[in-house]
Structure formats: structure tokens, C-alpha cells
């Protein structure tokens, strides 16, 4: 079974500080790994995926990640972030093989970034 | 771009009432999606179809069902609403029945049942 951990539930920041958000999963199989952000009364949309390749992906609005195969690890960074950052971010996991339950989602709770002034 | 749009954005029902939640998708996707968003529970599956007519439960089907009777629409239907169906809801569509196909969601409805 896939499971998802985001290790914040909230991160509070000042604007142009850099920022991480933590993701862990546990899976018994190669899986795909993506970021979602969800703005204020809005639904989900991606911010980067990782599929294969480089272990570095980048996405929209200048946010990147680095799979970490060993440690199991999807962290999301921004090295400069704006006050329109503020948004409740998820990870989320699914299985590469396509069979059962692989081919479903797993979500991360969801960590809240409140970027101040 | 992909638009996946919900029918409402707020919805207030009574108890006991039959509430039917719409979502089209106009990208042609295969594969359609319901999901309730509670604070302190992320998102939680509770229906999903990869074709027209056809569909499995997610993790929380109970109280739901749902119907797919064109490849654009996928409604959700609570056949008896309850107070512990207040929630956010949300449609998403993906292109492939692959795991690595992204998906692209509605911007949700609010319900909430008196």
C-alpha cells in the first residue's frame, strides 16, 4: 500500500524568504510523484510532476522538487516567494504499474503556506 | 486548455433531500473523478469511472452514487443528504487511465445540508 506524509501542516513565511515544503511516501512500487497548489476557493491545479527522468523538476510560478529515491522524498522549494504563494499545497503519489489500486492517487494532507509582508 | 466546470458553487440543501452534483469536462478525458475536501482530511475519493457507464468506488462511497452516461459528464447524487455530507466537492478529469496523467479540477461546490 502507498501512503503520503507532508511533515507541515502550516508554514508561515515572509515574502522573498525562501521556502520548503516536506513531502515523504512509502510505496512498494515505482510510482509517480506530483504537486498540486489550491488557492483560495479554488479547486487543484499541478504545479510540477515527476514522472522519470532528472530527479529535478521544475513547474509553474518558479517552485521546483527533487525525488529522492533512497529517502523517499518529494520536497517542494521556491527560493523567493510572493505573497500571491499563499495557497494550501499537496503532494500526491501513485503507482507506475497499471493494475488495482496503482492506479489511483494517494494524497498528502496538504501543507498551508501563509506568506506575510 | 483543459476546463473542467462544476454546475454550482454553493449548494444548501435540506436533510433527507436527493442532491444531484454536475461536472462536465470539454478535453475528450477518459477518466473522471469525485472528491470531498474536509480541513484536517485532505481529499478523499469517493467515486471515479475510466469510461462512460462504468464505475468504482474511491474510499468513502457510502451515501453516494454516480452516473456516467456520456464521456463529458459524471454526476454525483447523495440519494439522501445528511449533515455529515456538508462539504466541499470536487470534480477532476484525467486524460490517460495511466497513473502518471495529471489531473485537472473543477473549482469546486460547497455544500452544506440543514
Given at each position: 500500500a502507498q501512503s503520503v506524509t507532508q511533515l507541515d501542516s502550516q508554514v508561515p513565511v515572509f515574502e522573498e524568504a525562501p521556502v520548503e515544503l516536506r513531502c515523504n511516501y512509502s510505496s512498494s512500487v515505482s510510482v509517480y510523484l506530483f504537486w498540486y497548489v489550491q488557492y483560495p476557493n479554488q479547486g487543484l491545479q499541478l504545479l510540477l510532476k515527476y514522472?522519470?527522468?532528472?530527479t529535478l523538476v521544475k513547474g509553474i510560478n518558479g517552485f521546483e522538487a527533487e525525488f529522492n529515491k533512497s529517502q523517499t522524498s518529494f520536497h517542494l522549494r521556491k527560493p523567493s516567494v510572493h505573497i500571491s504563494d499563499t495557497a494550501e499545497y499537496f503532494c500526491a503519489v501513485s503507482g507506475r504499474e497499471f493494475a488495482g489500486n496503482n492506479r489511483k492517487l494517494i494524497w498528502g494532507l496538504g501543507t498551508s503556506l501563509g506568506v506575510n509582508p | 486548455d483543459v476546463k473542467v466546470t462544476q454546475s454550482s458553487r454553493y449548494l444548501v440543501k435540506r436533510t433527507g433531500e436527493k442532491v444531484f452534483l454536475e461536472c462536465v469536462q470539454?478535453?475528450?478525458?477518459e477518466n473522471m473523478f469525485w472528491y470531498r475536501q474536509d480541513p484536517g482530511l485532505g481529499l478523499r475519493l469517493i467515486y471515479f469511472s475510466y469510461d462512460v457507464k462504468m464505475k468504482e468506488k474511491g474510499d468513502i462511497p457510502e451515501g453516494y452514487s454516480v452516473s456516467r452516461e456520456k464521456k463529458e459528464r459524471f454526476s454525483l447524487i447523495l440519494e439522501s443528504a445528511s449533515t455529515n455530507q456538508t462539504s466541499m466537492y470536487l470534480c477532476a478529469s484525467s486524460?490517460?487511465?495511466?497513473?502518471g496523467s495529471p489531473l485537472h479540477f473543477g473549482n469546486g461546490t460547497r455544500l452544506t445540508v440543514t
Open positions: 514522472l522519470s527522468g532528472s | 470539454d478535453m475528450d478525458h486524460r490517460e487511465t495511466g497513473g
